[in-house]
Nanobody
Framework: VQLQASGGGLVQAGGSLRLSCTAS????????IGWLRQAPGKEREWVAAIKSDTSTYYPDSLKGRFAVSRDNAVNTVYLRMDSLTPEDTALYYC?????????????????????WGQGTLVTVSS
């Protein structure tokens, strides 16, 4: 499966963005999808995940501000981000792991994922 992340851009603090992750080469419905981000000089950080059954997961620090959803009919997963702050500035990646191989170990480890999109840049100005 190939993943294409899009929807990044420049937004003012307090604003919102919706990122999209569109798959090609395979249907998305058998994959669990994670969103991760990487700010300059920092490690890659998990921000959300959605399983093939649409159950969603977030780190405690982002619950309430980020929301992940999926539309398998158009092979796309979305990440809605609200109340953005400059600390949310990063390159945002979507990544996939097959539900068949997922062992229930959580979604935060980047090594979990077998497929990655190219990243979309989110810049939040103060």
């Amino acid at each position: 499966v190939q993943l294409q992340a899009s929807g990044g851009g420049l937004v003012q603090a307090g604003g919102s963005l919706r990122l999209s992750c569109t798959a090609s080469g395979s249907t998305l419905d058998v994959y669990h999808i994670g969103w991760l981000r990487q700010a300059p000089g920092k490690e890659r950080e998990w921000v959300a995940a959605i399983k093939s059954d649409t159950s969603t997961y977030y780190p405690d620090s982002l619950k309430g501000r980020f929301a992940v959803s999926r539309d398998n009919a158009v092979n796309t997963v979305y990440l809605r981000m609200d109340s953005l702050t400059p600390e949310d500035t990063a390159l945002y990646y979507c990544a996939a792991v097959s539900g068949e191989y997922y062992r229930g170990t959580g979604f935060s480890d980047p090594r979990l994922y077998d497929y990655w999109g190219q990243g979309t840049l989110v810049t939040v100005s103060s």
